[in-house]
């Protein structure tokens, strides 16, 4: 979980020295590999990487593979 947080860190500072701001811009969250035993739970995660105070959270979902398919929940 660290590397995701770092690497969302990153980006939020190579939009600043382009001098953007990514409350501006739209994105969604996926959380992927949900059916993997020990992922961390989606609220941890919504709490770590979905938390926007002055624009709200983002749109997220959920995926899971079972079989080379997408299992929408």
């Known amino acids: 979980m660290p590397e995701n ?13 382009l001098k953007l ?3 501006d811009i739209p994105y969604v969250l996926q959380y992927n590999k949900r059916d ?3 992922v961390a739970p989606v609220e941890y995660m919504e709490f770590l990487l979905n938390n926007r105070e002055s624009a709200g959270a983002v749109v997220q979902c959920h995926r899971t593979t079972v ?7």
């Open 67 to 73: 079989r080379g398919r997408v299992r929408k929940r």
């Open 21 to 23: 701001n990514l409350a």
């Open 36 to 38: 993997l035993p020990g």
């Open 5 to 17: 947080v770092e690497s969302f860190q990153n980006l939020m500072d190579n939009l600043n020295s």
